[in-house]
């Protein structure tokens, strides 16, 4: 009945799912950090630098040959979704800064829905396939386990560049400043710390990991407008479980998370595929009445 | 301009303005298409949902993303109970079954919902709710031996009775304005008594309403309580109006343009209600008559100009056209007005809250 190897198998495909959770987790946990802002349209602008990867890939390709192209591919989602959240943080969500946080949140999701729009209006609607190196379906052996290409590859990449981000914001002055910004911003303005800069950065890094993902999910499942909608929400269900002020309660949880879901969706016959994603729903609640403020944030408390 | 904004702003020409209103309504149907009147009674179903989710986030502050959960929810409550072995043999009373549950069932769900998600500071609402769309469709598919599955399922609710002499649509259009001005009326009563001054202190400061005695915990259980049914409600209206429903009804984009068309229309106010339903339903009604695959963008473009230059919504539109008219007419007229100048009368009116500021 049980099979070991199943189990196991089952765990290291949800830490690569996991993985793409925790990309997006973080990057809303950056963008809250800096901004006090939940970004709902992070999804919606990583599937956005997917589709203008996958377009430049197809261009250079031709040209340059089939690596170049999935390379120049990725490096022009990067590029491009940087610039993508510093015109969006300046132009539109600047805007709404310091105001009532309800109206910065419809304003996010105005922001999704016309991404979402303009891709099914430039691409249409239709799955489109994404140039990489491999599909989600190869698979190669890893002391005696089937372990995909994908998700072996999702998941170093993510842990790589989590610990690229960490660094950059322990040893830099850029994060030393960025810090700052998040913790006070007045004060670090005060300090000669250009606060709009700082701004723009996060919103362009937090777009940046993004759009890794966007490109990884992309690889495995082709593109297609609202592909990152369900992964939003598990998302946003590791940030309110690991804590809206931990970064590094947002990745674990969204590997545990994605484990369980896994592990539900095998081993419990009425979950089952279809309906893994009231997973994280049950979590949350369950953890929202034990303790409101996640499992690894600082309780807040706020003077009047 | 003052003489006709003076008269506008009165409560008698409103008064006469929303008899006049009531009678067109009424009157409509008997000489319209039956499209027309398919569209109308659309629009009143979905202003209900707006006005639902109007209270939650217009009134008490709580950005909901999960409003079409509770409509979908409504509409399967009703649909399966008056398809029901039970309900048919009800008769009428089967309906009126599918109306008492279609309010209670997600009525419960919101309020187990909401003592949960209203523990979370902030945005915890709009965080939590999200999931409920994205959790409805796949449920509502696994649920095929009630729910018809991704088919849908089509309900007959009730045919025009022959007394009436009506035809289907006509029928079925009364029958959803008169239940959609019972709930705008309970709801408009509810916001301008008691309750409507906790939610507004509760958006407005939660510290101050705690120390006022308002629990803010409980009142945004109990906006979102209140959002959840009347969503139910849209739900049954929704069942009478279009007698079909599939998982399709409560899917995230749906969710989403709810949101869209409740702020479009104006938070924090019932007109706003009324023009959010009819941008809910006439935009992809156009866009689809134009360029289909434009739907989406035009509504992201629509939301985000109206945050940028009309934050209280089209039911703003009319008072902030009246206030430049106020403050540019003088200029040409009489000359510049002394800055400290005291505010007509009719700037009294802003004081009536919009929301979403």
Redesign the interface.
Request: charged residues 15%; aromatic residues 4%.
């Given at each position: 009945m049980f099979n070991f190897g199943t189990f196991l198998q089952l765990i290291v495909d949800g830490l690569a799912t996991g993985s793409i959770y925790a990309a997006l987790a973080l990057a809303i946990v950056l963008v809250n950090q800096a901004t006090g802002m939940i970004n709902f349209a992070q999804g919606g602008m990583a599937v956005l630098a997917a589709y203008l990867g996958m377009t430049v890939g197809n261009l250079v390709s031709p040209v340059a040959g089939v690596t170049l192209g999935i390379i120049a591919g990725i490096v022009a989602a990067l590029a491009l979704s940087y610039a993508m959240g510093a015109v969006v943080e300046r132009f539109v969500m600047r805007r709404f800064m310091g105001g009532d946080p309800d109206t910065a949140v419809v304003a996010t999701i105005g922001l999704l829905t016309l991404i979402t729009g303009l891709i099914g209006l430039i691409w249409t609607y239709n799955y489109i396939p994404y140039p990489f190196f491999f599909t989600g379906l190869e698979s190669m052996s890893l002391g005696g386990l089937a372990v995909s290409a994908w998700s072996l590859t999702t998941f170093l990449t993510i842990v790589a560049i989590m610990l690229l981000l960490q660094a950059l914001f322990r040893w830099t002055k850029l994060g030393l400043g960025f810090r700052a910004v998040a913790d006070n911003r007045a004060s670090s303005a005060l300090s000669g710390i250009k606060v709009g800069r700082m701004l723009q950065v996060g919103w362009g890094l937090a777009a940046m990991l993004g759009a890794i993902a966007g490109v990884l999910v992309a690889a495995k499942i082709q593109l297609v407008p609202d592909m990152f909608d369900t992964y939003l929400v598990y998302a946003l269900a590791a940030v309110i479980i690991g804590g809206l002020d931990s970064p590094l309660g947002a990745v674990l949880a969204a590997w545990g998370i994605a484990v369980v879901e896994n592990l539900a969706a095998a081993y419990v016959p009425f979950v089952g595929h279809d309906l893994k994603i009231a997973v994280p729903l049950i979590l949350m609640v369950v953890l929202l009445v034990l303790r409101p403020q996640g499992l690894f944030g600082r309780k807040v408390v706020v003077r009047v | 301009m003052s003489a006709l904004s003076r008269v506008l702003n009165s409560p008698r020409a409103r008064l006469a303005a929303g008899i006049l209103l009531a009678i067109v309504l009424i009157a409509l149907p008997l000489v319209s298409a039956p499209f027309a009147n398919q569209t109308i009674t659309r629009i009143v179903v979905f202003a209900v949902a707006v006005l639902g989710l109007n209270v939650v986030?217009g009134y008490a502050?709580?950005?909901s993303?999960g409003q079409v959960f509770f409509v979908g929810v409504g509409a399967y409550a009703a649909g399966i109970t008056i398809k029901s072995e039970w309900g048919m043999s009800l008769g009428l009373g089967g309906v009126v079954m599918g109306l008492v549950l279609a309010i209670l069932i997600p009525g419960v769900l919101g309020l187990v919902?909401a003592?949960?998600?209203a523990?979370?500071?902030?945005?915890?609402l709009?965080?939590?709710t999200?999931?409920?769309p994205?959790?409805g469709v796949?449920?509502a598919?696994?649920l095929s031996d009630i729910t018809g599955g991704s088919q849908g399922m089509s309900v007959r609710v009730f045919a025009a009775p022959d007394w009436t002499g009506l035809d289907n649509d006509q029928w079925q259009y009364y029958v959803v304005l008169a239940l959609g001005a019972a709930v705008f009326a309970l709801v408009f009563f509810l916001v301008r008594g008691k309750y409507g001054r906790a939610f507004a202190i509760v958006k407005e400061n939660e510290?101050?309403a705690s120390a006022m005695g308002i629990s803010p915990y409980r009142y945004k259980v109990l906006a979102f309580t209140i959002a959840s049914a009347v969503g139910g409600v849209a739900g049954f209206l929704y069942i009478v109006a279009i007698q079909f429903v599939s998982p399709d009804v409560m899917s995230?984009?749906h969710s989403?343009?709810l949101?869209?068309a409740t702020?479009v229309g104006g938070a924090g106010s019932i007109v706003g209600s009324l023009l959010g339903g009819a941008f809910y339903v006439l935009i992809p009604q156009i866009t689809n008559s134009i360029y289909p695959?434009?739907?989406?963008?035009?509504?992201?473009?629509i939301?985000?100009i109206v945050?940028?230059l009309l934050?209280g919504g089209l039911a703003s539109l009319p008072r902030k056209l009246a206030r430049r008219f106020r403050r540019s007419a003088p200029s040409r007229t009489a000359g510049p007005t002394t800055p400290g100048a005291v505010p007509p009368a009719g700037e009294a009116e802003d004081t009536e809250r919009q929301g979403?500021?």
């Open positions: - | 986030m502050g709580q950005v993303l919902i003592l949960a998600a523990r979370l500071r902030g945005l915890g709009a965080l939590v999200i999931a409920l994205i959790i796949p449920l598919k696994r510290a101050v995230f984009g989403i343009e949101v869209i702020i695959e434009s739907t989406t963008v035009v509504q992201g473009v939301i985000l945050l940028f934050p979403q500021r």
